[in-house]
């Protein structure tokens, strides 16, 4: 069987309408606009509804996808969804989806790779595609992180947004399309960032809930510096393995975690400023679904044209470590 690329053919994204300021987090919580902005880059993220489920804002990056690609969702023959926010422990979200949008051809299975999710989602749909065994394929990275975070707790509370992002995969064309990808996992990383409670480990009790052990834990100092330095080192070993350089990408696009940890990585690998996308200003960390979301961000500012080198890269619980090399194919957008 003769092995195809797969290309991103259409990129949707979604982000619900509600905006949480630094200011309202104020009212919360004892921190400041300045601490929050100066240490993490974050002015405002998107927060769902109380009650949201993470199929719902999914499905509206998806059906936005599927109209900028002018396909039926029956056309689809797999849904991966990355996500850590479930709609329920099971079934797979992408289970759901697949019932909300009606993509009754499809099979459809999770990924659990917190911000590291699209990248390992998108790696996997390009699998099926490059041995020829689907031509379709629906990956969504998407989180409603306002579901698992304690906004008692300042030092995540700040950090987190909700948000949904959809690409169609396809075989490609022409030289366009995911070129390669390169993904590290560090087991012993799991008690630096972790949901303790509602697994076979520890199941739900009063005693969890009360402990507040159903939010969202982490080690920030921790998590800051190896993702400084893995979304340096992960790209840097996907560029050597083709002979490139920093220098031949046109732009960078890492996971939306911190700016300051964007900026640091970016650096370490030799990216200059302006090939550097962020929009975490405006989103904060919307976990699974920050690639995309970045995604769309440089196409509203007109920094991605078909043709152009891209690396995709991302850290996050697990610890997952994610790079993916992309000659961009262009998606139609609006
Ligand atoms: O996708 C992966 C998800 N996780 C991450 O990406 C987290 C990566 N880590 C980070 O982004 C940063 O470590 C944080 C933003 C979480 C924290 O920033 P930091 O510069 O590493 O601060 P720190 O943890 O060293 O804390 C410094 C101080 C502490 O006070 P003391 O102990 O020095 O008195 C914290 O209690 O800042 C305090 N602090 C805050 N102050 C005001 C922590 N959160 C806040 C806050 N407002 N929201």
Known sequence: ?????????????????????????????????EWIHSRTGIRERRRAEPGTPTSEIALNASRKALDLAE??????????????????PFPATAC???????????????????????????????????TGAHRKILVVGADVMSAIVDYEERSTCILFGDGAGAVLLEPAEDETGILDFYHETDGWGAPYLNMPAGGSALST????????????????????????????????????????????????????????????????????????????????????ATIPLALGTALDEGALEKGDLMVLTSVGAGLTVGAMLVRWSGVPWK
């Open 205 to 288: 009790s009063h005693e969890t809930v009360d402990q507040k052990l159903h939010f969202i834990r982490q080690d920030g100092r921790q998590i800051f510096k190896y993702a400084t330095r893995k979304m340096a080192e992960a790209p840097q070993i996907l560029l050597a393995r083709h002979g490139l350089t920093a220098a031949d990408i046109d732009l960078y696009v890492a996971h939306q975690a911190n700016a300051r940890i964007i900026d640091a990585a970016a650096q370490r690998l030799g990216v200059s400023p302006e090939k550097v996308v962020k929009n975490i200003e405006r989103y904060g960390n919307t976990t699974g």
């Open 96 to 130: 759901i989806l697949q019932d909300k949008l009606g993509a009754s051809r499809a099979w459809c299975f999770d990924v659990s790779a917190a911000c590291s999710g699209f990248i390992y989602a998108l790696t996997i749909g390009a699998q099926f595609i490059e």
């Open 1 to 33: 069987m003769s092995r195809k690329r797969a290309r991103i053919s259409a990129l949707g994204c979604h982000v619900p309408d509600r905006v949480v300021k630094n200011a309202d987090l104020e009212k919360m919580v004892d921190t400041t606009d």
């Open 71 to 88: 396909m039926r969702a029956s056309d689809i023959d797999l849904i991966i969804v990355a996500t850590i926010t479930p709609d329920v």
